[in-house]
């Protein structure tokens, strides 16, 4: 596995969301700004492909353009020698959009229901739009409020697959008392009340992980109500990818392996940055911010020196 933070995309199963497509704009730019190197990948999934990135994002895909053994064989094996998985649905999950992401989230314990998710007191200007405030506690839901899970389906987690080596949780549920959900039970659509019903899914599967959501509008940058910019829908996506980069599997590589997160900047000091990239003072945003960290940590250290004399 590759050290280089890269992400790629699938672009072999016309799926909805890719890299070229304009209502994502915010999502790659956000990547982009991140300083990662993204690429994507087409004509077929296999583990020498995979094997560039550090994550690998599924994202919705459609119109009957399933994804083979062979390909889940692939996917499987990657997480299992440490790459992260991002896998999303949208709603109605694999009957409506003709998928089988199942076969694949399956063996990490991940089920993707054939639902809509509904919530008649808490939602964003429309009940399709339920706002999700339940959060179990966890990197990626540190700092989180409120997001919007709009056009979204559920998630069923499966704890007969863990062993040593997996474990599988949900990380953010639909209200208690107001949510249901329109389900299809394999003949027709069903209205039902549901209670906390999981809608973003984790899992560590050998030494990789996955992250599973059944929300595609939360990565779109359309609309304020319910799409990236909607709520705290771009913190949960700033903390999933950077949880999922952050891997280190011994002491050595703890010591050796930088640690992506995501922080605000303040809007001076980001275009001061940007000027400095231009004029090829330093390489990378990355660059700087180490570097700084480096002045304050010296400083600080000979002040405390200092203060012990």
Known sequence: MKTEFNIGFDCSHQNKLSIEDPGFN????????????LGKIEAGITYEKLS?????????PFAGSYITVEEIDSLTQYVKDGGSLLIINDKGGEFENKNNLNELTKIFGIKFNPDQLFDNDHFSKDISRPIIKDFKKHFITRDLTQIIHSNGC????????????I?????????????????????????????????????HYGMGKVVAIGNLSLFSGFHALYGIQAADNFRLISNIIAWLMNKA????????QPIFITIPVEQ??????KEKLDEERWQNVEEI??????????????????EDL
């Open 289 to 306: 911010i180490n570097f700084a960290l480096k002045v304050v940590k010296f400083r600080m250290r000979k002040q405390e020196s200092l």
């Open 167 to 203: 474990d599988v949780s949900a990380i953010a549920f639909s209200s208690e008392d107001s949510a249901w959900h329109k389900i299809f039970n394999g003949e027709v659509w069903l209205d039902e009340p549901v209670e906390k019903a999981p809608v973003i899914a984790i899992s």
């Open 26 to 37: 915010d999502f790659i730019e956000y990547l982009f700004n991140s300083d990662l190197k």
């Open 52 to 60: 560039d990135y550090n994550v690998f994002i599924i994202g919705v």
């Open 249 to 256: 599997h011994s002491k050595e590589a703890q010591l050796s």
């Open 154 to 165: 559920t998630i069923q987690i499966d704890k007969s697959v863990e062993t040593e080596d």
């Open 268 to 273: 001076d000091l980001y275009y001061w940055m």
